[in-house]
């Protein structure tokens, strides 16, 4: 046998299991080793809002409190010293990484705490947060920080613009108001027995949104109120705004990010050009809804001390009154333009939004006379003369001269429908309780 035959005799046999084996020990295709694609990383977006009082960097959307730092060197041009101030209600650890984040930004960090909610807005609490930027020797070109819902920043805002003619104020929002209404009209200071009277010119210079802090899930009176400003914005935009706004509707109450953010900046662009337009009558919107509410929570609160009239154990919050200044001022505008049927359209549509939103009719138990009285009296404290923000139609929304009789008739029927409410929830309650 020769050597060539000898050598291949001595070669082992193939077993059945050799192509498999194979197969195994060469290189795996490229599309079975490649694993499934990371989720993408969330999107902060970004959005420049000019108004008279200068401009808001808007940033929203999942991380945007990692560029905390970044804004606020932005805004003092040389990182230095900036002050911290975080509302009651702010948890701890928000603090603590907003404070890391300005750390290592290159600022030295003071710190300071404010009340939260609507006690906040007095010129108390100002003059104590005048007295900090004293001792910490804050200057115009150090910035205000301030973390909390929309009352909180509105005190850092009158601070800030009133103090050494102006110093930059980085906000960080922790309800939806916050984003959606101050960002274009922060909120007035009381003044001794002069409630909402005190306006600095001034705003934001960024204002960070991030969903994570602001939208809990809960219907919180900050969530709500944040709901019912992009109703008004979006009437007052006009009636594009508020089809966009009617169609992402259940996107918004769900939190679903997209759509949220997407509404949050439509809106707030929206209000940023009502509220800067060139025509008086243009900006006469952003009153809309506004002065029947604060007459609303006017009304109630003098007749809280007294039970029998106010027959629900609920009390409803500003957002829920503002809605219904928002229904009582449609039908007003539709009795006065009537026969208009666009207008009676516009009152069940936009009736349709607020409850889609959760505002939902408030029970209660209010003498018409006393709801005019208090209505005249919140009016005519700003102005000479009384005159409402009603919607004409999308976008139209004008100071109009109503009646007395007009007003005292449609309040009169508003008062009626929220006692008959307000009766049958107390009855539905005793049921339950039985």
Same mark, same amino acid.
């Given at each position: 046998m020769s050597d060539e035959n000898t050598e291949a005799a001595q070669q082992p046999a193939p077993t059945p299991d050799a192509p498999a084996e194979a197969a195994a020990a060469a290189p795996a295709p490229e599309a079975a080793a490649s694993e499934p694609e990371p989720a993408p990383a969330p999107v902060v977006r970004r959005q420049s809002v000019v108004m008279r009082t200068g401009s808001c960097d808007m940033r929203v959307g999942t991380g945007a409190l990692d560029q905390l730092g970044n804004a606020a060197r932005i805004a003092a041009? !040389?990182?230095?010293?900036?002050?911290? #101030?975080?509302? =009651?209600? #702010?948890?701890? &650890?928000?603090? &603590?990484?907003?404070?890391?984040?300005l750390v290592d930004t290159g600022f030295a960090v003071?710190?300071?705490?404010?009340p939260a909610g609507r006690a906040t807005r007095s010129i108390e609490h100002v003059t104590e947060l005048y007295a900090t930027l004293a001792a910490e020797h804050v200057t115009a070109d150090d910035p205000i920080v301030v973390i909390g819902d929309a009352d909180a920043i509105s005190l850092a805002i009158f601070a800030g613009a009133t103090w050494?003619?102006?110093c930059p104020v980085v906000a960080v929002a922790t309800t939806l108001d916050a984003v959606t209404d101050v960002t274009v009209t922060p909120r007035a200071i009381d003044a001794p027995a002069a409630p909402d009277m005190l306006v600095a010119r001034g705003n934001a210079r960024f204002m960070l949104a991030d969903p994570s802090v602001f939208a809990s899930g809960e219907l919180s009176n900050g969530e709500l109120m944040g709901r019912a400003v992009m109703v008004a914005g979006a009437v007052a935009a006009g009636e594009n705004c508020f089809s966009e706004l009617a169609v992402r509707a259940g996107g918004v109450v769900d939190a679903a990010e997209d759509t949220l953010v997407a509404a949050i900046l439509d809106i707030t !662009?929206?209000? =940023?050009? #009502? #509220?800067?337009?060139?025509?008086?009558?243009?900006?006469?919107?952003?009153?809309?809804?506004k002065a029947i509410g604060r007459a609303l929570e006017r009304a109630l609160a003098q007749q809280q001390a007294d039970p029998s009239r106010y027959l629900v154990d609920e009390r409803p919050g500003s957002a829920r009154l503002l809605a219904e200044g928002l229904r009582i001022a449609a039908r007003l505008a539709a009795a006065k333009q009537a026969p208009d049927d666009k207008l009676v359209d516009f009152v069940f549509t936009q009736d349709g939004l607020l409850e889609k939103f959760g505002l939902a009719e408030v029970a209660c138990v209010v003498d018409p006379q006393t709801l005019l009285?208090?209505?005249?009296?919140? &009016?005519?404290?700003?102005?000479?003369?009384?005159?409402?923000?009603?919607?004409?139609?999308?976008?139209?929304?004008? %100071?109009?001269?109503?009646?007395?009789?007009?007003? %005292? &008739?449609? %309040?009169?029927?508003?008062?009626k429908s929220r006692r008959k409410l307000a009766r049958r929830r107390a009855r539905e309650a005793q049921t339950e309780t039985n």
């Open positions: 041009g !040389k990182p230095s010293r900036a002050l911290l #101030v975080s509302a =009651a209600d #702010v948890a701890p &650890e928000l603090t &603590e990484r907003a404070r890391r984040l003071s710190l300071a705490s404010v050494h003619m102006g !662009k929206a209000r =940023a050009r #009502v #509220v800067s337009s060139s025509a008086l009558a243009m900006r006469q919107g952003i009153l809309y809804g009285d208090c209505l005249k009296a919140e &009016e005519l404290a700003r102005s000479n003369r009384f005159m409402l923000a009603l919607p004409l139609g999308f976008g139209r929304v004008r %100071l109009t001269s109503v009646p007395d009789e007009l007003l %005292l &008739e449609h %309040l009169s029927g508003w008062c």
